[in-house]
C-alpha cells in the first residue's frame, strides 16, 4: 500500500490543525472500511491519515429530549444497539446493521458513510428522512448543513480542505412518529444498494392522517436525494394506499438512476416506487406501535 | 518513508510488542511479521471475513484495520481457541459436521462463530446466517457451516462452560 504518515490527535483543534496544514493530502480515518480500501487501489492518494477516533467531539453519542446527537466517529454497531435510536430513530437502527456484515458494522461510522458520499450510502436516506444536520469544524470555524445538501456527486461531498465532519444532530421525534430503511439488493446481505429508501412519519394522535412525512432515496441519482414533494403530498392526508401511492410516485419521478450492472433505470425506478410504498407502510406501523420492533 | 511506531497490544492473552509501518494492516502484520498465519487473505478489501479477528471482542476484518490503530487493543485469532485441554466446542462441532473443504475461510468463520454465540447464545437459523453474511466461502455451500455453529451453540449450553 502506499506509505502515508500517521496521526492520532486527541483534539478536535489538532485534527483541524493537521488538515489545514496538508491542505487536502490528509484524510481522516474512523473506521477504515472505506477509506482503507481507498488508499490500497490507488483510488485516494493521502500523505497523512488522521485517526480521529480519539476525538471527544467525533464520539458523543447522545439521545434526549433534544434529539439525538451522534458523533461521526461512533461505529455502527453502537447506535443499532441503542435502545433508544432503536426506538425513536429506527431508520437509522436498520441502516446500520445492514451496512455490509457484521465485521464491517464493528468498525465502520455513519459519519464515514456520509463523507464517503456514495449515492447507494445506506445512512444517507435514513438521515435525510430523520431531517439530519451535518456539523462541520473547519479553520473558519464550525458550520451547519441539512444532510441532504452535503453531497455534491458521486463519491463527493461539500468539505473544503481543512474542514472536518464532527456530528450529525437530529430533532427529537413527535409523538405517533415512526421511521424505517429498506434497500433492494440481489442477495440476502452484503450487497451495495439498487434502490435504499429511507421515511419518516408522524401521524395524528389517532393514527389515521399524516402530519409530516420525509422520504430519502438513494441509489438512483448521483446524490441520495429528499423527495420534496412528499410532505406536501401527505401533509392532512388519510393515512391509506391512495396517499402513499401518490408519494411512491413523487419518488418514482425523482428518481434519476443509471443503467449499470446492478440494475436499469426501468427497474430501478419501478423499485423506487414499491420501496417507498413498503417503507412508508412500516413507517406508519411503527409510528403506531404496531410494529414487531 | 513514514516513521515505523512500536505497537503494543495482547494477543490470544499474551503481551505482544512489534514495530510496523503505518501502511500495514494488521493482517499483514499477523501474517508476515509475527507468524499467525492461521487468519487468511481472501479479497483484501473487507468482502470475505477470512481475515476476520476478534478486536476488543467484537468481529473485524483485520485487512481492513491498520496495525497503527491496535494499539492497546486486545485481538483474539483463530491461533487462540483451541485450548491446551483440546479444541474448542466449535471447532469440534466444524469437524463433526463437515463444514470445512479447503479450510481458507474456516478461522474467519470461528472467529466470528466465537462472536454470535458469546453474544447469542440462542440464535436461530436466520440470525446465525445474517450474522455470519460477511463470511464467504465457495466450498461448502454453506450449509454445513450453519449446521455446525447450531451444534455448537447446543452444546456449549449442555456442557458447563470451560472460561
Not at chain 1, 86 to 100: F, M, R, T
Not at chain 1, 244 to 258: D, G, H, M, Q, T
Not at chain 2, 147 to 158: F, G, N, P, S
Request: charged fraction near 25%.
Amino acid at each position: 500500500m502506499r506509505d502515508f504518515e500517521y496521526d492520532a490527535p486527541a483534539t478536535l483543534a489538532e485534527a483541524v490543525a493537521v488538515f489545514q496544514e496538508h491542505n487536502g493530502r490528509a484524510r481522516p480515518l474512523a473506521g477504515g472500511t472505506d477509506l482503507i480500501d481507498h488508499v490500497r487501489t490507488g483510488r485516494l492518494e493521502p500523505d497523512v491519515i488522521v485517526d480521529v477516533k480519539q476525538i471527544p467531539e467525533l464520539n458523543v453519542l447522545e439521545c434526549s429530549s433534544d434529539g439525538l446527537r451522534l458523533g461521526a466517529a461512533v461505529p455502527c454497531y453502537k447506535i443499532y444497539e441503542h435502545e433508544q435510536i432503536q426506538a425513536s430513530y429506527s431508520a437509522i437502527a436498520d441502516s446500520c446493521h445492514i451496512i455490509g456484515g457484521i465485521q464491517i458494522q464493528n468498525r465502520a461510522t455513519v459519519g464515514g458513510n456520509v463523507c464517503n458520499a456514495s449515492p447507494a450510502a445506506d445512512a444517507s436516506p435514513s438521515l435525510i428522512a430523520l431531517e439530519a444536520t451535518c456539523v462541520i469544524a473547519g479553520p473558519q470555524g464550525t458550520r451547519e448543513l441539512p444532510v441532504e445538501e452535503f453531497f455534491s456527486g458521486p463519491g463527493r461531498n461539500v468539505l473544503q480542505p481543512g474542514e472536518l465532519l464532527v456530528e450529525l444532530k437530529l430533532p427529537a421525534p413527535s409523538q405517533q412518529s415512526g421511521s424505517h430503511y429498506r434497500r433492494f439488493i440481489p442477495r440476502n446481505e452484503m450487497d451495495i444498494a439498487v434502490v435504499g429508501v429511507g421515511a419518516a412519519v408522524t401521524l395524528d394522535e389517532a393514527g389515521q392522517l399524516f402530519e409530516r412525512a420525509r422520504v430519502g432515496l438513494g441509489a438512483v441519482a448521483p446524490t441520495p436525494l429528499l423527495v420534496e414533494e412528499v410532505d406536501g403530498l401527505l401533509q392532512g392526508q388519510p393515512v391509506n394506499e391512495e396517499s402513499i401511492e401518490r408519494a411512491a410516485s413523487a419518488a418514482r419521478s425523482l428518481a434519476k438512476p443509471i443503467d449499470d450492472m446492478r440494475g436499469t433505470v426501468e427497474f430501478r425506478k419501478h423499485v423506487a416506487g414499491v420501496l417507498t410504498r413498503r417503507v412508508l407502510w412500516e413507517a406508519v406501523a411503527r409510528a403506531r406501535g404496531d410494529s414487531a420492533r | 518513508m513514514a516513521k515505523k511506531r512500536i505497537i503494543t497490544t495482547t494477543i490470544n492473552g499474551r503481551e505482544e510488542q512489534f514495530l510496523c509501518e503505518p501502511r500495514q494492516t494488521l493482517l499483514e502484520v499477523l501474517r508476515d511479521q509475527l507468524d499467525l498465519t492461521g487468519t487468511k487473505e481472501g479479497c483484501a478489501n473487507g468482502n470475505c471475513g477470512a481475515c476476520t479477528v476478534l478486536l476488543d471482542g467484537r468481529a473485524v476484518d483485520s485487512c481492513l484495520v491498520l496495525a497503527v490503530e491496535c494499539e492497546g487493543a486486545q485481538l483474539d485469532t483463530i491461533e487462540g481457541v483451541a485450548s491446551s485441554e483440546g479444541l474448542d466446542v466449535i471447532q469440534q462441532a466444524f469437524l463433526e459436521q463437515a463444514a470445512l473443504q479447503c479450510g481458507v475461510c474456516t478461522p474467519g468463520f470461528i472467529m466470528s462463530a466465537k462472536a454470535l454465540l458469546a453474544e447469542n447464545p440462542d440464535a436461530t437459523e436466520e440470525e446465525i446466517r445474517f450474522y455470519l453474511a460477511g463470511n464467504l466461502c465457495r466450498c461448502t455451500g454453506y450449509d454445513k457451516i450453519i449446521r455446525a455453529v447450531q451444534q455448537a451453540a447446543t452444546d456449549r449450553q449442555a456442557t458447563a462452560p470451560a472460561t
